[in-house]
């Protein structure tokens, strides 16, 4: 879906996005303003995130059904400029941090769906209205192609975005994390300097492993062929940039394009 978006700055590969969300029992809690409206809305389960702005969900008697995200664009992960497929891949990776496996609510406006079938929805969870969330994060543009109820409101959370500098808005480097240091900043982007000491190969994906437990960075098996061969990186530190999200209890980077990491002295 097309959209007017500001230039991406040259400087996003060293760029920091200070997510601020309150964190209750988990991680995955956010709050914004919860103005949700008095109709009746569908309940489900996100089961599958396929990028920032498109989800898939299981309703409760079973069916599944794709839904596009009101009002919000983030870019796309085919894009041929590496830049902006980069930030496809970490919207995308912001999306499933916070809505994979959770139980969401759908609200809709009077067209239901587009015209490639999908639903067009508002997405409530227990912190909040998550179509502004990632707006107000940085991870996502206003879309304003056509009107919608929220319009004026999401303009306003991208326009906070922008001014904090949040996200993909962002003009100030990255602070630098040492890997025993990356617990508290789960939800963020970030760059993390390590020693790597291992790799190993494990389902669908390639691993980096610091000396110390609880944290990795992950080349997923189709992003491999760009990547110098990994036992380059054995034994040298190494300072990896991307989504900072948690599995099983453990820390980890996905990283996409060589880019995203470098031998450092």
């Not at 107000?136 to 904090?164: M, W």
């Not at 099983?248 to 990283?255: A, E, L, P, Y």
Request: proline share 4%; hydrophobic share 40%.
């Amino acid at each position: 879906m097309g959209n007017v978006r500001r230039p991406i700055p040259r400087h996003f590969f060293a760029a920091l996005v200070s997510i601020s969300f309150v964190s209750f029992f988990a991680s995955r809690i956010f709050w914004v303003e919860k103005t949700k409206p008095e109709t009746n809305g569908e309940t489900c389960t996100v089961v599958v995130v396929y990028d920032g702005d498109t989800i898939k969900v299981r309703f409760d008697k079973g069916h599944e059904r794709k839904v596009r995200l009101i009002g919000i664009d983030c870019p796309e992960i085919e894009d041929p400029n590496k830049e902006k497929s980069l930030q496809a891949q970490l919207a995308k990776r912001f999306s499933f941090h916070y809505l994979f496996r959770e139980t969401v609510e759908l609200t809709y406006e009077s067209e239901r769906e587009d015209k490639y079938g999908r639903l067009l929805a508002y997405v409530w969870t227990e912190g909040g209205l998550f179509n502004e969330f990632i707006l107000s994060e940085g991870f996502a543009h206003v879309f304003l192609a056509f009107p919608y109820e929220l319009k004026e409101r999401f303009i306003q959370a991208q326009k906070a975005a922008q001014e904090q500098g949040r996200g993909f808005w962002r003009e100030t480097p990255y602070p630098l994390l040492a890997a025993q240091d990356v617990k508290g900043n789960i939800g963020k982007l970030v760059r993390v300097r390590f020693t790597c000491v291992r790799t190993r190969r494990r389902a669908r994906f390639y691993f980096l492993y610091p000396e110390k437990k609880g944290f990795s960075v992950l080349i997923p098996e189709e992003n491999r062929a760009g990547f110098v061969d990994l036992k380059t990186f054995k034994g040298r530190n190494i300072e990896a940039f991307g989504f900072l999200e948690e599995y099983k209890g453990q820390s980890q980077i996905m990283v996409f394009i060589p880019s995203q990491l470098k031998i450092v002295s």
